[in-house]
């Protein structure tokens, strides 16, 4: 406990915090993938109404008269039936399924398959409220950042981080215990307003602690890393605990974690002291008029745009083209995560060597390439290859725009972050909103493999943009501060040289042997 006391506020347990607070966000951003479209399915689909639910009671003529629909070779079997009003004989005649599909049941590859026989129109409808379900999240959030961002400016980071875990808390239980359509929907908007607090006071904590720009980047990764293992632990790990335990249990584990992750901030970051920063921030709306940060900004929102369509659409289309059972709808999902965790860890390091805005060009492109070939799979081992590249793909742009984030406000504006890493909040927070909100829309329009092309199609024109964040203009007057603070950095390491070269003890002894 001494260590711990002693440690509070250092930038590595900081770094700590916010990665189990990106954690838990984002596995409950992503259990509920292959979750809600099953549930749902299971909860609001009717019920099917096949001719042998109803059967046809038919009265038996006089005998000798041929009985109609009698057991033949052709005809199914009969059952007699003897009623307890009039004590006439019936037989229920049993109504055999054509194996023909019914036109209005969507098929898949294999027909003769039962199981592949799903309500198409259903499915549609199902896809457009599952995207709006899945958006409300983001949209939510997408409101409530513009003022978690001055916020923090006021009051430090602490207490918005804190409120951040207590409302998520909130929102987890919610999920557990919800059964009905209008309580996902709230249960997802209240997650938004949890996720705004921590990820917006999350970041901007970050890069106050870290202020040396590769080191910044380094740790921007490792938090985004946070992020990443949340996507790649939440999706796999819902799918198998619905099929095998059931619709609860995910979330009550993620209570568990919630809670570490509020007793963690207890001890670590003080929520009850109230820290506002010495420097004022620049104002949100002069912000959002730098070109290099609304650049910045489209980057990240076209990239994770992608992943978003797919969250609520991929599942469905999975249903439809490939029978897929529920514990693969969420391991449909796991190679991109591996991916974005690999890739956040790793050019969080070698983007500020490569350059940034190369790191963020190439991501794109091949994030729309990888969107281009999803449509090609026929099984779930023909997504391994395209969601790798997105996942890939995405870590590059997002660990590199975050850190460039950054650095735009060290050399254009005052270096408060809270506002900036609220606006790139929003940007993915749009990704993630219009995604989700839309694609269920245009899948029903245009099909799932024009819907991939048409965002693919998009990142791949966008990434040249990237290419203006080669060299920023600095500001003049940021200018002349960092000359100032490289002429005071070059008279310090001076004078620590003429120290080393000329040691105050050989002075002394210089002047003992002149006198």
Not at 316 to 326: D, E, G, N, R
Not at 386 to 411: E, K, Q, R, T, W
Not at 442 to 451: E, S
Not at 504 to 511: A, F, Q, V, W
Request: with cysteine; hydrophobic share 50%.
């Amino acid at each position: 406990m001494a260590w711990l006391h002693q440690s509070r506020g250092s930038p590595r347990l900081v770094l700590v915090v916010v990665c189990v607070a990106l954690l838990l966000d984002n596995m409950l951003l992503t259990v509920v993938v292959p979750i809600i479209p099953t549930f749902l399915y299971a909860l609001e689909h009717p019920s099917p109404k096949p001719q042998a639910a109803q059967p046809s009671l038919i009265p038996l003529p006089s005998r000798g008269a041929p009985i109609p629909g009698a057991p033949t070779e052709r005809s199914p079997r009969s059952t007699p039936l003897v009623s307890l009003f009039d004590n006439s004989t019936f037989r229920l005649q049993e109504v055999r399924t054509d194996p023909t599909p019914d036109p209005q049941l969507n098929g898949t590859t294999n027909a003769s398959d039962s199981s592949c026989l799903l309500d198409g129109a259903f499915l549609e409808e199902e896809n457009v409220r599952v995207g709006l379900l899945f958006a409300s999240k983001a949209l939510v959030q997408l409101l409530i950042n513009p003022f978690v961002g001055p916020l923090t400016n006021r009051i430090g980071y602490h207490i918005p981080m804190f409120a951040g875990f207590f409302i998520m808390f909130v929102s987890t239980i919610m999920f557990a215990f919800s059964g009905t359509y209008a309580l996902l929907f709230f249960a997802r908007s209240l997650q938004g307003i949890g996720s705004s607090f921590s990820s917006v006071a999350g970041l901007g904590m970050l890069a106050s602690v870290y202020t040396d720009d590769e080191e910044r980047g380094v740790a921007m990764g490792m938090a985004l890393g946070g992020l990443a293992m949340g996507v790649l632990i939440g999706a796999p790990f819902g799918s198998v605990m619905y099929e095998f335990v059931g619709k609860r249990a995910p979330f009550l584990i993620l209570a568990l974690l919630a809670l570490f992750d509020g007793a963690l901030q207890m001890f670590i970051l003080q929520p009850s002291k109230i820290s506002p920063g010495s420097v004022e921030g620049t104002p949100l709306l002069t912000l959002l008029k730098d070109p290099y940060i609304l650049i910045s900004a489209g980057s990240l929102c076209f990239a994770n745009m992608g992943v978003a369509i797919l969250e609520p659409t991929l599942p469905i289309w999975m249903m439809q083209t490939m029978c897929s059972p529920k514990w693969q709808l969420g391991m449909a999902f796991l190679p991109a995560s591996i991916s974005y965790l690999i890739g956040t860890n790793l050019f969080g390091i070698l983007a500020n060597k490569m350059g940034r805005w190369l790191c963020s060009m190439l991501g794109m492109f091949i994030i729309g390439i990888s969107l281009l070939c999803v449509p090609f799979a026929t099984s779930i081992y023909g997504l391994i290859g395209p969601n790798g590249g997105l996942g890939f793909a995405i870590g590059m742009v997002d660990s590199s725009m975050m850190a460039i984030m950054g650095y735009l406000v060290d050399i254009r504006h005052a270096s408060v972050y809270g506002s900036v890493y609220a606006i790139a909040d929003v940007a993915l927070c749009l990704g993630f909103a219009i995604g989700p909100s839309t694609g269920g829309a245009l899948v029903q329009a245009v099909g799932f493999p024009c819907l991939m092309v048409f965002i693919g199609v998009i990142n791949i024109l966008y990434a040249p943009l990237c290419f203006l964040l080669r060299n920023p203009a600095v500001r003049e007057e940021k200018m002349a501060i960092i000359d100032q603070e490289c002429v005071m950095h070059r008279k310090s390491y001076n004078t620590q040289k003429e120290s080393r070269d000329f040691p105050l003890s050989d002075y002394s002894e210089e002047e003992e042997t002149e006198e």
